[in-house]
């Protein structure tokens, strides 16, 4: 005879539905939100103020630092014309200071093309040569471009320790000088100027220079025609 059939698997029970919160219960998770809210908003508005004051704070330093360097003096580099050479000048310069040295040598170098004369061993002479030197470097054709060598490599030394000028103002051949570095025109071409201006200068009469403290009118009468 037929098995008997087997009676159906018994169903899990279901579950009962989670018991309602109260309005209590209710109440106090919607004040602990709002408390993490307002937590996070605070501190959001925190760093935001804070942002804002380092960004006043650094325009602030700016602008005193702004007028700081309104208010300091400015670097100037003057350089002068005839009456400082002497042989021997810089020595200590061109065998102490590399930066010096260099750019010397190539305002020598630049010089003795036209000069037909070794302008380095002009400035910086043997002891036996130091008399002959003295009295050739007196002459303005050799007196200006010595003088422009030594300067221009000096204010270059300069530039080296990171000092650079905001202005620069030059008397005769120093007027050269600063404009060479101004880059009004290239060191080749400064070199060659000061060398023609030197000859041109040599190659005129003798002659002297007087200073007297008067009047045209007061002097008129003691001035020849002409």
């Excluded at 014309?81 to 061109?94: C, F």
């Excluded at 200073?211 to 002097?219: F, G, M, T, Y």
Aim: hydrophobic share 50%.
């Amino acid at each position: 005879s037929p098995a008997p059939p087997k009676p159906p698997p018994a169903q899990p029970p279901t579950p009962a539905a989670p018991p309602r919160p109260s309005q209590a219960q209710l109440a106090q998770q919607a004040a602990a939100a709002k408390a993490a809210a307002d937590k996070a908003a605070a501190a959001k508005l925190a760093e935001q103020q804070a942002a804002a004051k380092a960004q006043e704070a650094a325009a602030h330093e700016a602008a005193v630092k702004a007028q700081q360097a309104e208010a300091q003096p400015g670097m100037a580099f003057l350089f002068p014309g005839q009456g400082s050479q002497h042989a021997g000048m810089a020595r200590e310069l061109v065998d102490s200071e590399p930066v010096f040295r260099e750019h010397f040598e190539r305002c020598c170098e630049l010089a003795s093309a036209h000069l037909s004369r070794d302008l380095r061993a002009l400035i910086l002479p043997s002891p036996n040569e130091l008399e002959v030197a003295d009295r050739l470097l007196a002459e303005t054709r050799y007196t200006q471009p010595a003088l422009f060598a030594v300067e221009y490599a000096l204010a270059k030394l300069w530039e080296s320790f990171g000092i650079v000028p905001g202005a620069m103002l030059g008397h005769s051949s120093g007027e050269y000088v600063a404009a060479a570095l101004a880059g009004v025109f290239t060191l080749e071409d400064a070199v060659a100027l000061v060398c023609a201006r030197g000859a041109a200068m040599f190659a005129q009469p003798p002659g002297a220079m007087l200073a007297v403290r008067a009047s045209a009118e007061q002097l008129a009468g003691q001035l020849s025609a002409g």
